[in-house]
Nanobody
Protein backbone atom coordinates (compact mmCIF):
# COMPACT_ATOMS: atom_id res chain seq x y z
CA UNK A 1 0.00 0.00 0.00
CA UNK A 2 1.31 3.44 -0.96
CA UNK A 3 -0.11 6.64 0.41
CA UNK A 4 0.54 9.83 -1.52
CA UNK A 5 0.21 13.39 -0.29
CA UNK A 6 0.49 16.38 -2.60
CA UNK A 7 1.39 19.88 -1.48
CA UNK A 8 2.45 23.19 -2.92
CA UNK A 9 -0.68 24.29 -4.73
CA UNK A 10 -2.02 27.81 -4.53
CA UNK A 11 -3.23 30.92 -6.29
CA UNK A 12 -0.74 32.54 -8.66
CA UNK A 13 -0.78 34.95 -11.57
CA UNK A 14 -0.20 34.07 -15.18
CA UNK A 15 3.50 33.79 -15.88
CA UNK A 16 4.38 32.77 -12.33
CA UNK A 17 6.02 29.55 -11.23
CA UNK A 18 4.99 26.98 -8.68
CA UNK A 19 6.46 23.71 -7.44
CA UNK A 20 4.27 20.83 -6.38
CA UNK A 21 5.52 18.04 -4.16
CA UNK A 22 4.19 14.56 -3.62
CA UNK A 23 5.41 12.59 -0.63
CA UNK A 24 5.02 8.83 -0.66
CA UNK A 25 4.68 6.66 2.42
CA UNK A 26 6.52 3.56 1.31
CA UNK A 27 9.94 2.09 1.93
CA UNK A 28 10.12 0.98 -1.68
CA UNK A 29 9.54 4.29 -3.46
CA UNK A 30 12.19 3.48 -6.04
CA UNK A 31 10.04 0.56 -7.22
CA UNK A 32 7.42 2.93 -8.55
CA UNK A 33 7.07 5.05 -11.64
CA UNK A 34 5.33 8.30 -10.75
CA UNK A 35 2.90 10.46 -12.65
CA UNK A 36 1.17 13.80 -12.38
CA UNK A 37 -2.36 14.33 -13.61
CA UNK A 38 -4.77 17.22 -13.43
CA UNK A 39 -8.50 17.71 -13.48
CA UNK A 40 -10.19 21.00 -14.28
CA UNK A 41 -13.85 21.68 -13.49
CA UNK A 42 -16.09 20.05 -16.06
CA UNK A 43 -13.20 18.21 -17.71
CA UNK A 44 -11.81 14.72 -17.49
CA UNK A 45 -8.62 13.99 -15.61
CA UNK A 46 -5.66 14.31 -17.98
CA UNK A 47 -2.06 13.24 -17.98
CA UNK A 48 0.52 15.94 -17.26
CA UNK A 49 3.91 14.29 -16.73
CA UNK A 50 5.56 11.08 -15.62
CA UNK A 51 8.97 9.95 -14.45
CA UNK A 52 10.30 6.44 -14.25
CA UNK A 53 11.43 4.72 -11.07
CA UNK A 54 15.07 5.81 -11.37
CA UNK A 55 14.44 9.31 -12.65
CA UNK A 56 16.30 8.54 -15.84
CA UNK A 57 13.37 9.15 -18.16
CA UNK A 58 10.33 11.36 -18.19
CA UNK A 59 7.58 12.40 -20.55
CA UNK A 60 5.10 15.23 -20.76
CA UNK A 61 1.79 16.22 -22.23
CA UNK A 62 2.21 18.51 -25.22
CA UNK A 63 0.35 21.25 -23.38
CA UNK A 64 3.03 21.53 -20.67
CA UNK A 65 6.17 20.51 -22.55
CA UNK A 66 8.88 23.10 -22.11
CA UNK A 67 7.12 24.71 -19.13
CA UNK A 68 6.82 21.89 -16.58
CA UNK A 69 9.57 19.64 -15.23
CA UNK A 70 9.05 16.46 -13.26
CA UNK A 71 11.78 15.17 -10.95
CA UNK A 72 12.13 12.86 -7.99
CA UNK A 73 14.28 12.32 -4.94
CA UNK A 74 14.19 8.66 -4.00
CA UNK A 75 16.03 9.33 -0.76
CA UNK A 76 13.16 11.58 0.30
CA UNK A 77 10.37 9.48 -1.21
CA UNK A 78 9.19 12.57 -3.05
CA UNK A 79 8.33 13.51 -6.60
CA UNK A 80 8.13 17.11 -7.77
CA UNK A 81 6.44 19.05 -10.52
CA UNK A 82 8.09 22.37 -11.27
CA UNK A 83 5.64 24.54 -13.19
CA UNK A 84 6.78 27.69 -14.96
CA UNK A 85 5.12 30.22 -17.24
CA UNK A 86 1.78 29.23 -15.81
CA UNK A 87 -1.34 29.98 -17.81
CA UNK A 88 -4.97 30.31 -16.71
CA UNK A 89 -5.69 27.05 -18.55
CA UNK A 90 -3.34 25.29 -16.13
CA UNK A 91 -5.92 25.87 -13.40
CA UNK A 92 -6.91 22.47 -12.04
CA UNK A 93 -6.58 20.04 -9.18
CA UNK A 94 -3.26 18.26 -9.55
CA UNK A 95 -2.84 14.65 -8.50
CA UNK A 96 0.19 12.46 -8.21
CA UNK A 97 -0.03 8.74 -8.84
CA UNK A 98 2.21 5.71 -8.41
CA UNK A 99 2.62 2.74 -10.72
CA UNK A 100 4.69 -0.28 -9.84
CA UNK A 101 7.57 -0.32 -12.31
CA UNK A 102 6.54 -3.72 -13.61
CA UNK A 103 2.84 -2.94 -13.51
CA UNK A 104 0.40 -1.81 -16.14
CA UNK A 105 -1.36 1.13 -14.60
CA UNK A 106 -1.42 3.66 -11.79
CA UNK A 107 -2.65 1.96 -8.65
CA UNK A 108 -2.24 4.66 -6.04
CA UNK A 109 -3.47 8.24 -6.10
CA UNK A 110 -3.13 11.25 -3.86
CA UNK A 111 -5.94 13.53 -2.76
CA UNK A 112 -4.86 16.38 -5.02
CA UNK A 113 -3.75 19.96 -4.60
CA UNK A 114 -5.46 22.94 -6.20
CA UNK A 115 -3.61 25.24 -8.57
CA UNK A 116 -5.37 28.40 -9.67
CA UNK A 117 -3.79 30.72 -12.21
CA UNK A 118 -5.33 34.16 -12.60
CA UNK A 119 -5.00 36.18 -15.78
Amino acid sequence: QVQLAESGGGLVQAGDSLRLSCAASTRTFSNYDMGWFREAPGKEREFVAAINWSGASSNYADSVKGRFTVSRDNAKNTVYLQMSSLKPEDTASYYCAAKFKLGAGYSYWGQGTQVTVSS
